[in-house]
């Protein structure tokens, strides 16, 4: 049986990435960029995300193929080191663009490794 490790770590990703979805829900770029309070939070989700990636390290490319799993655990990395070179537009675009399909991935494979665990 696998350890409970891969799955508790796909269950952060999908938390956060929803949370995310919530704190932007009916923003737009400017609405994004003047609110400080939901920048900090979706920025705080994304290092959560790219932690719980580097978390799963090899295992992340096997469990859900087809993600930029590199660039993911690398913006945890910009995002606490070079947090003052980051463009909003572009953690935006992140947010908009990258994180419904990352999320829909992580839900599939979450799904498939419990199956597999209870032997369904």
Known sequence: MPSDKPARRLADIIENAQAIQRYVAGMDLTGFKGDQKTYDAVERCLERIS????????LA???VPGQPWQEIRALG??????YDAIREDRLWDI???????LCVACE????RLREG????
């Open 51 to 58: 932690e719980a990636a580097a978390k799963l390290g090899d």
């Open 61 to 63: 490319s096997s469990l």
């Open 77 to 82: 990395n910009r995002l606490r080191h070079e």
């Open 95 to 101: 947010v908009q663009i990258d994180l419904p399909p």
């Open 108 to 111: 599939d494979a979450l799904r």
């Open 117 to 120: 665990q209870t032997g369904r």
